[in-house]
């Protein structure tokens, strides 16, 4: 059972497999093949994990013995929102438990002049205010882009509280300013890394995800 | 002597005898109360194989006993007949015997040529119900064949033929029913002549010498007087299918009273547990039910919806696989790397490595392969093994058609059984007997279902006690059953609509 070390933050439970499997996507030495396939079983948790909190409703079916179940449906439409490169890694996990699920996707650059995050391009589904929204992204660490792919959310109608920000791991620090903009978001993750160092990755983190999941 | 190693019957599981279907037994007997002594308190389960019935077939050479033998095999019709000669367990010539032996003149027909101490071994190991291994013995090289041997496991019936199949007191003891085949000594020259010459192509005069030196001194100073420790004797020649007939009716009512035995002890697990509090979940942290969350429910309810069409009934069941797969892997074994560096260059202390190459995984066919895709995706390189067991369809007993298990499976630490739903827990009970008779400790086995009945998981937990992890999606509870209409439950449904075959 996932805990919740700090309000709208969901960490999924810190099992042996779990410790695990982080130790593998973080490890220098793990190739990439390997690299995708336990990042992806990490992301195949995130997303069970998030899909979880989303509401259902009663929903009585019919059994193959003709007796009655009181089930429950989902309710509700969703969709998720990748902010390339990176986010894009966690479409797949989301899509082997939504199937035909709507992926929507921001891209957001340094900018040169400024050097601050500024969005390039969006595209995502008319009818988004009206959907439970998935924000992928594996790494939250100063929140930067995540506050900037939230905003557009935002602004295109999605209820905050609407929003699940998936994210393979993140830093006390992420979350507090990501958390300082919208504190109904809530956060689903499986680790809390120590902090940032100067150059504002993560610690002890895994490298750049995007580089490892697409590129080395 | 004969060259007929083991019969085709000694199956390995895959042998068609094996898939063959028994004929149905119309008749139960009532059998009395003697046999059956129970411990109340310690109940256990006991397998039918664990008590094989031992058929011991001796006489001349060329009296005829194989024939009998595998009259008697293709008439009681049980699938797990297994035909042993004792050819197989001549001993191993030296250099100076073996050249004796290529002149002929070592003497294969005296009893001491054959190991009849192994011979009782093996038989002993398979009345224990244990995998035994058979010895194949080379004619050519007078020597064991070396590293191969034929591997038994399961047998109901073992029926052990050689001309001094009756011989040894040892192995006498360990026989259900013992059988001399008799012929008058003219009459196994000649089949003998016609044998060897015939089809193996030897010479007359060898043979006649073979026969004067060793053969005929042999039977009837060793083979004839075994016939006093028969139960039956059969003639050879002409019509002995009266006396063939005789015998089997008698073998068939053993067999029967077997099985009989067999499935009262089944009940009498379930009557433990349903005499309530013998065994509560709560006090059996071992068995855990995944956590009710929306999802899971959502997901159930997709499963058990009648109109729910097969490709989303596939894609809920491989979810909810993955769930439980994932749930179950929790305890992966670990051990503790002393620094890791990460990619970012920083070092993580004992950091926690995952033992995935010491999970193995079995699967009861058919219902286990559900599992399958959910596995690959979890442990791409998991070993796999496969339990074939059926239901009696007359009596419900379960029988285990087919074994195929991954070399060294004790060694693991880990290993998954998969089945799809837990409905009266028989065929679980047995899969988990086999892989204990494979060594397997029961703490390292963890039960991974969908669905099971309360009656089901407390059988189980009644034989075996709790060291076995079980990881289920949901339990169904036996009051749940009776008033809230979950008979649904005690149903095998998830396997036939996965795989849209009845």
């Known amino acids: 059972m996932s805990t919740e070390p700090y309000k709208n933050v969901s960490l999924l439970p810190q099992t042996n497999q779990l410790v695990g499997l982080y130790s593998i996507i973080r490890d220098k030495g793990t190739a990439r093949p390997d690299f995708i396939f336990y990042s992806d079983r990490i992301i195949r948790l995130l997303v069970e994990e998030g899909l979880n909190h989303l509401p259902v409703e009663k929903k009585d079916v019919l059994t193959h013995t003709g007796e009655n179940f009181d089930g429950v449906g989902f309710l509700g439409k969703i969709c998720g929102v990748s902010i390339v490169r990176a986010g894009e890694s966690m479409e797949q996990g989301l899509r082997d438990c939504c199937r035909s699920v709507r992926i929507g996707k921001i891209l957001i650059q340094r900018d040169e002049e400024t050097a601050l995050p500024k969005l390039f391009y969006e595209k995502l589904p008319e009818d988004i205010a009206d959907r439970y929204v998935f924000l992928l992204d594996p790494m939250l660490a100063t929140g930067g882009s995540a506050i900037m792919a939230t905003d557009v959310l935002i602004k295109r109608g999605v209820k905050p509280e609407r929003i699940f920000f998936l994210n393979l791991i993140c ?6 300013n990501y958390h300082a903009a919208f504190p109904e978001v809530r956060i689903v993750t499986g680790a809390l890394d120590k902090g940032l160092n100067e150059q504002k990755y993560l610690v002890p983190g895994l490298g750049d995800f995007g580089d490892r999941y697409y590129c080395i | 002597m004969s060259s007929t190693a083991v019969e085709e019957y000694l199956s390995p599981p895959s042998s068609p005898n094996r898939t063959n279907h028994q004929k149905k037994r119309k008749t139960r007997r009532s059998s009395g109360n003697s046999m059956m002594s129970y411990d109340r308190r ?3 389960y006991v397998p039918p194989w664990t008590t094989p019935y031992i058929i011991g077939v001796g006489g001349p050479s060329g009296s005829g006993k194989t024939s009998v033998a595998s009259k008697i095999v293709s008439m009681i019709n049980v699938p797990w007949t297994v035909l042993i000669s004792l050819d197989n367990f001549y001993k191993p ?5 073996s050249e004796r032996a290529f002149k002929s003149e070592y003497d294969f027909d005296e009893p001491a040529a054959i190991d009849l101490d192994l011979a009782y071994k093996c038989i002993s190991s398979l009345k224990e119900g244990k995998k035994t291994d058979i010895p194949i013995y080379s004619f050519v090289n007078h020597n064991r064949v070396p590293g191969k041997t034929i591997p038994i496991y399961g047998a109901s019936v073992v029926i052990l033929e050689g001309i001094y199949g009756l011989y040894d007191e040892k192995l006498l003891n360990l026989m259900d029913i013992k059988i001399y085949v008799d012929a008058d000594l003219d009459v196994c020259l000649a089949r003998r002549l016609s044998r060897d010459i015939v089809s193996r192509g030897r010479d ?10 060793f053969v005929k001194p042999n039977a009837v100073k060793y083979v004839k007087p075994t016939m006093k420790n028969a139960d039956a004797i059969i003639p050879s020649m002409g019509e002995n299918t009266i006396a063939v007939t005789l015998l089997v009716d008698h073998i068939k009512s053993r067999l029967d009273l077997k099985s009989e035995k067999h499935i009262m002890e089944l009940n009498r697990l379930c009557e433990i547990s349903s005499g309530h509090k013998y065994i509560t979940f709560a006090s059996n942290p071992k068995v855990i039910e995944l956590e009710q969350t929306h999802q899971v429910k959502a997901i159930l309810t997709m499963i058990v919806d009648k109109d729910c069409d097969r490709d989303s009934f596939v894609f809920f069941v491989d979810r909810f696989a993955m769930i439980l797969l994932s749930k179950a892997l929790d305890n992966v074994p670990v051990h503790k790397q002393e620094s890791l560096t990460t990619a970012s260059n920083y070092h993580i202390q004992n950091a926690l490595r995952c033992n995935f190459d010491r999970i193995t995984s079995v699967s009861l066919i058919r219902s286990g392969d559900c599992f399958m895709k959910s596995v690959r995706k979890t442990i791409p390189n998991i070993t796999i093994g496969k339990l074939l067991i059926q239901s009696d369809s007359l009596t419900g007993e379960p029988q285990l058609h087919g074994e195929f298990l991954p070399k060294d499976i004790a060694k693991f630490q880990n290993l998954l059984v998969l089945q799809g739903q837990v409905i009266t827990g028989t065929s679980t009970l047995m899969a988990i007997q086999v892989l204990l008779d494979y060594g397997v400790k029961l703490e390292h086995m963890t039960l991974v279902v969908f669905l099971a009945t309360e009656i089901g998981l407390k059988r189980i937990i009644n034989a075996f006690g709790n ?22 439950a005690s149903s095998r449904f998830i396997d036939t609509k996965y795989f849209g075959c009845k």
């Open chain 2, 467 to 488: 060291k076995i992890a079980i990881i289920v999606g949901k339990i169904i509870m036996n009051q749940d059953m009776k008033e809230s209409h979950m008979k649904w």
């Open chain 2, 42 to 44: 310690n109940p256990k």
């Open chain 2, 93 to 97: 010539l030296t250099a100076e015997e």
């Open chain 2, 204 to 213: 007359l005069h060898g043979c006649i010498d073979q026969w004067e030196r």
């Open chain 1, 171 to 176: 830093s006390k620090e992420g979350i507090d």
